[in-house]
């Protein structure tokens, strides 16, 4: 897989969007765009629900889910440039779901227990990031997901508010007031 | 850029960053309805389905609202005693798994007063087909080996030791060829029904535990193994105590073990009521366990078995509970089938015995449709993945039938 966290339109570009044909030859055509978009895209997204939902392995299903319903969601896409902006909302959507269902059963007292990180990775982790991480943990899932797709994925305010259904002006403000709750959180100032 | 977005852009990354390319799962192959889709998706220009889809789907909950106004009066009064076999049906998915056949017979390790003994038996009679018992030797586990006429079997070796063997036998269920596995002799006891293999024949999962735990070793207290049989490479995640891993099984690829186990946590408290089953990917370093695994139901008061689907995708988890009253014991068996990754309740079947104070345990068949459901002093039954019920295979006994580890 290639380590590629840059939007890429590239591997659907070749291919034609809208088959004329029932047959083998073009459903062999959708399995090797989907496997194409799988590896340039598919690194950048689990690291991106990695973020959001906080073990690699609940990350690395969220996102084989979201391009398993791709197959699904194909007939709905008419056009190729909106293939990567769905498949960020599939990860967000069903990071969602993962941290819903653990919400519940915290409430049934049964405890999702995350793998630990390695005993390896913990000694390279340095202690700011932690700090970070913890407090970024602690804020509304909302503030959690405007600051990973600005922070991270480095989306403009417009194709945040695309991508999660709000407005512009929400992203902004959400945006702000995560960013004031960090710093009190990390005692900086702003 | 203000300091706090500097620190967040790098803790980000960081974070990003220790996912690695190499380790992440490739994209699996597709299932039957996403084929369908892109069959539909390709066949361009009809609109038909945005209105047969909808009506289809109204039709299909409409049966669905009346099947249950006919049924709801058995599903909820739920399982009563008097009746031997009570599947409650409730949507299983059954079309996923393949229309296998039965296997024709069981193997097992029975505990007697002469000793352990390995037999296989026929699934239709329950009768004994073969006593393939090899002497001096203590068997300790068993588990089909890919299909249901190949199976490894654990015995203890010299110290604390585990020999592994493949035993191969006829369609009728009698003993072929006996062949030890190459360089698989493995530091500690494999315990009862602590062995899986993959439905593919090419991963072997085995918990061994430390027979010198007394002395001390209270962190070093087993292992549980994951060997390439083709290869005859191995890696291992130690474990602590109260861990005692059994109920093992494995994904057809071999790519994800689940396992009945207290955690591994080191503490001294061990006990049933802290049973939990735990899904550990094969692809994860070795090491200690608990740096890998990941609880997949919680904590369940009455957990007895479990099974992963051949997918796994989908966990069957056995609960057993005891009434006791009038000098009698009935015992409820309910198998609950969850999403392995969300822990959400897919279906849910029960059964109710008299005089059953047994410990069930899941053992899935190769084909993931038949899973076979057997305590340590009743008889066996199976449930039917497809035709969702419970079948006991007759002339169990009690009084002599003891299985200790048992694979189809």
């Known amino acids: 897989m290639q380590e590629d966290t840059t939007v890429d339109r590239a591997p659907h570009a070749s291919v034609t969007w809208r088959a004329s044909k029932r047959d083998e030859s073009a459903t062999g055509e959708v399995d090797a765009l989907v496997s194409r978009l799988h590896q340039t895209h598919g690194l950048a997204l689990v690291r991106m629900a990695k973020l959001l939902v906080g073990d690699q392995q609940s990350a690395e299903d969220v996102v084989q889910d979201a391009f398993l319903g791709l197959y699904r969601a194909m007939p709905r896409l008419h056009d190729p440039e909106a293939v990567l902006p769905y498949l960020r909302t599939a990860v967000l959507n069903r990071a969602r779901s993962t941290l819903r269902f653990r919400r519940r059963a915290a409430l049934r007292k049964v405890l999702h227990q995350p793998p630990d990180p390695s005993a390896e990775s913990a000694v390279m982790d340095w202690a700011d990031r932690q700090v970070v991480t913890a407090a970024v943990r602690r804020l509304p899932r909302r503030a959690r997901e405007v600051l990973v797709l600005r922070y991270y994925v480095d989306l403009s305010d417009a194709d945040i508010a695309a991508t999660l259904g709000i407005s512009r002006g929400t992203v902004s403000s959400t945006a702000s007031r995560a960013i004031a709750a960090l710093a009190r959180d990390l005692k900086e100032e702003l | ?408």
Not at chain 2, 107 to 134: F, N, P
Not at chain 2, 202 to 225: E, Q
Not at chain 2, 259 to 264: A, E, K, M, Y
Request: hydrophobic content about 40%; proline content about 7%.
């Open chain 2, 1 to 408: 850029m203000n300091n706090v977005e500097t620190r967040l852009r790098e803790a980000f990354r960081a974070d990003a960053e220790t996912v690695r390319p190499e380790t992440i799962r490739p994209l699996p192959e597709p299932g039957a309805h996403a084929r369908r889709d892109q069959l539909r998706w390709l066949a361009d220009g009809s609109r038909r389905g945005r209105i047969l889809i909808p009506l289809v789907a109204a039709a299909t909950v409409a049966a669905i609202l009346a099947g249950v106004a006919v049924a709801a009066p058995r599903i909820w009064s739920g399982p009563t005693p008097s009746e031997p076999v009570n599947a409650i049906a409730a949507g299983f998915p059954g079309s996923a798994v393949p229309k296998a056949p039965l296997p024709k017979f069981v193997a097992t390790i029975v505990q007697s007063g002469t000793g352990v003994r390995l037999e296989t038996l026929s699934t239709k009679t329950g009768h004994v087909i073969a006593d393939v018992t090899a002497p001096h030797t203590r068997y300790l586990s068993i588990a089909a080996d890919g299909n249901d006429r190949t199976f490894i079997v654990a015995t203890a070796g010299p110290g604390c030791s585990t020999r592994l063997s493949r035993l191969t036998f006829s369609a009728a269920g009698r003993l072929q060829r006996t062949r030890p596995l190459q360089g698989s002799a493995l530091h500690g006891h494999a315990d009862w029904q602590a062995m899986a293999v993959s439905a593919d024949g090419r991963f072997l999962a085995v918990a061994s535990r430390n027979c010198k735990v007394n002395n001390g070793s209270i962190k070093h207290l087993g292992t549980i193994s994951l060997i390439n049989l083709r290869t005859g490479t191995s890696k291992g995640w130690g474990f602590r105590w109260p861990a005692l891993p059994t109920d093992l099984s494995l994904s057809a690829d071999g790519r994800m073990l689940e396992f009945v186990s207290n955690p591994s946590n080191g503490t001294r408290v061990g006990s049933d009521r802290l049973n939990q089953v735990w899904a550990l990917r094969t692809n994860s370093r070795s090491g200690p366990v608990e740096q890998h695994y990941r609880s997949v139901a919680g904590s369940l008061p009455t957990l007895s078995g479990a099974a992963l689907s051949p997918n796994g995708r989908l966990t069957s988890i056995l609960t057993t509970r005891h009434i006791h009253k009038d000098r009698t014991t009935t015992t409820t068996f309910t198998i609950t089938v969850i999403k392995t990754e969300s822990g959400h309740q897919v279906a849910k079947f029960a059964t109710t015995e008299r005089h059953a104070p047994g410990q069930g345990q899941l053992v899935p068949d190769t084909s993931g449709r038949h899973v076979l459901l057997f305590d340590f002093s009743d008889a066996l039954r199976w449930f039917d993945v497809v035709h969702q019920r419970i079948v006991t295979i007759p002339n169990g006994n009690p009084a002599i039938f003891r299985p200790v580890s048992t694979a189809w």
